[in-house]
């Protein structure tokens, strides 16, 4: 009975949040595999990490199914709180990704994800920029990237919605994702010199700042083919950010181990992903040899938190209390 009790209380718990996992590791599998066709790397690495990735879209998908099944409080409750919200439209993200990655072995199947992501992300998007505008309790300290999930999360649509559209529907969703991505870049930064700092637990998201540009930048370059002005702008501005949160390393190194641990991983796996399209574009051998060093780190940044997650999954720690 107790047992039952305490499978219950686990099932109440899962996160919403946990889908973060997903933008992680289909990240890494897209990164692996753009290495695979511009560093020619083995192709089964990234092929293996995809339906790593996939098969734990699923389990996350079917369990928390059940959680809105069995406890619609529990998810009525995040959807209602102002930060835990955001991670909805990870779920959309994580078709998006799913339909980036293989769009190169089965286009038509990539084809279908993104028919069925896209669309649904943007209702979603709606969706959360409604709330904050008809909102009676939001507050400057509930303001953090993870913000950025639900409306800049549509700068990664014309990855291959070029491919599966017309490009003006990419450029839209290009368009105002940009948009809104200086809108809140303003904000955060607004929020964390003026006012009190993000709160440890959510510190890690500081590293979705690093997201929007350098998605942008793989998205721009999708939609124009061109290394020009602005494609250097977001890549170099991916790149800035990526340092200037590299030199918090003791701090970020310091904090206690959470489900929020995940946002490091698909902003260093956007930056891999960017600088591998640089490399591409340019031919420099610098952006070979950062691409490299990227890639290995975002390889050993997922290993140790898929090492760190499971082993919290085992003491029962699996829920995050963000």
């Not at 047992?3 to 990164?31: D, K």
């Not at 339909?99 to 943007?122: D, Y």
């Not at 970020?252 to 929020?260: D, E, K, M, Y």
């Amino acid at each position: 009975m107790s047992q039952a009790i305490a499978s219950a209380g686990r099932l109440r718990a899962v996160p919403l949040s946990a889908f973060a996992i997903v933008m992680g590791m289909t990240g890494l599998a897209i990164a692996w595999l753009h290495a695979a066709s511009i560093l020619s790397l083995p192709a089964v690495i990234g092929d293996g990490l995809l339906i790593f990735s996939v098969a734990v879209f699923c389990i996350l998908g079917v369990t928390y199914g059940a959680k809105a099944l069995l406890y619609p409080d529990a998810v009525a409750a995040e959807l209602g709180h102002p930060v835990k919200r955001n991670f909805l439209p990870a779920v959309t993200i994580g078709v998006m990704l799913t339909s980036i990655a293989v769009v190169t072995k089965r286009p038509a199947l990539s084809a279908w994800l993104w028919m069925a992501g896209a669309p649904a992300h943007l209702m979603l998007t709606l969706w959360v920029i409604s709330t904050w505008i008809d909102h009676v309790r939001h507050e400057i300290a509930h303001v953090n990237p993870t913000w950025f999930i639900p409306v800049v999360g549509n700068i990664m649509v014309p990855v291959v919605g070029v491919q599966h559209a017309p490009a003006e529907v990419s450029w839209f969703y290009f368009s105002f994702a940009v948009m809104f991505w200086l809108i809140l870049t303003t904000i955060i930064f607004y929020r964390v010199i003026f006012h009190d700092p993000i709160p440890e637990r959510l510190m890690p998201t500081l590293f979705i700042l690093i997201a929007p540009p350098a998605v942008g930048f793989v998205a721009y370059i999708a939609l124009t083919g061109e290394f020009d002005v602005f494609a250097r702008v977001l890549y170099y501005a991916a790149l800035f950010l990526t340092l200037l949160l590299a030199c918090q390393v003791r701090r970020f190194s310091a904090l206690s181990f959470s489900l929020s641990w995940w946002a490091y991983s698909f902003p260093v796996a956007a930056i891999t992903i960017a600088t591998l399209e640089v490399y591409s574009l340019t031919g420099l051998a610098f952006f070979r040899y950062l691409s490299v060093v990227f890639l290995a780190l975002v390889s050993i940044l997922l290993f140790a938190l898929t090492s760190r997650t499971l082993l919290s999954i085992g003491r029962g720690e699996f829920a995050d209390g963000d």
